[in-house]
């Protein structure tokens, strides 16, 4: 039962365009949303999170857009850059306490230049 | 200040065999997550320590155990390996009540 989808296992993006990846997960009950970015040989690296409570987050080049009513997610990336080059995991929970994370199977972004 | 550290870094077992794996939270962090993530997949929770004792447990058999230290470091431990356990094991960990975890760079067992 796979609670977190990223159904683009690849992206290929130009550099100084934008990249969208995107995210669905199907569990009501998560109220906190996260991407991780991970190069290959090391763990994955916090980027940005939103709460249910907002629809858009934004830090530096990297916003997050959350639907609830659609139970979908996106982060968007501008301008894109070669060094963004990574596998992208998106990731949900219930807040709080002692919360497990639940990952999606994630999408590889390749920023060309 | 030291971000999350596993050791080792690789590990060759055969099936059968029992490993133990360890984790370093950040400094200033209290809870620890591990996950499982095979190829091409995204990480698996395997279970969450907090305060020495075991808070939260992912889909995984009791093959699989751990432990947290008083100084919050933590142990993996998997008995009886089997080839499927060959995976990439990282590590989080983070501050209770706090949404984002930090991770290791993670230990790759290969079970032959």
């Known amino acids: 039962d796979q609670q977190v989808k990223q159904n683009s296992p690849s992206l290929s993006v130009q550099e100084g365009r934008i990249s969208i990846l995107n995210c669905d997960y199907t569990?009501?009950?998560?109220?906190?949303f996260l991407w991780y970015k991970k190069y290959p040989a090391e763990g994955p690296t916090f980027l940005i999170s939103?709460?249910?409570?907002?629809d858009k987050n934004e830090d530096g080049r990297f916003t997050v857009f959350l639907n609830k009513s659609a139970k979908h997610l996106s982060l968007h990336i501008v301008p894109s850059q070669p060094g963004d080059s990574a596998v992208y995991f998106c990731a949900a929970s219930v807040s709080g306490g002692y919360q497990k994370v639940t990952f999606g199977t994630g999408t590889k972004l390749q920023v060309i230049p | 200040d030291a971000g999350v550290t596993q050791s080792p870094t690789h590990l060759i077992k055969t099936r059968g065999q029992q490993v133990t794996l360890r984790c370093s939270p950040k400094s200033g962090h209290d809870t620890v997550s591990w996950y499982q993530q095979a190829l091409g997949q995204g990480p698996q929770f395997i279970f969450q320590y907090y305060e020495e004792e075991e808070r939260q447990r992912g889909n995984f058999p009791d093959r699989f155990s751990g432990h947290q230290f008083p100084n919050y470091s933590s142990e993996l431990n998997v008995n009886a390996l089997l080839l499927g356990d060959s995976a990439l094991y990282l590590c989080?960990?983070?501050?209770?009540?706090?949404?984002?975890?930090?991770f290791g760079p993670g230990t790759r067992l290969t079970v032959l």
């Open positions: 569990n009501s009950m998560f109220d906190y």
């Open positions: 939103i709460s249910s409570i907002k």
């Open positions: 989080a960990s983070r501050l209770v009540g706090y949404n984002e975890q930090f």
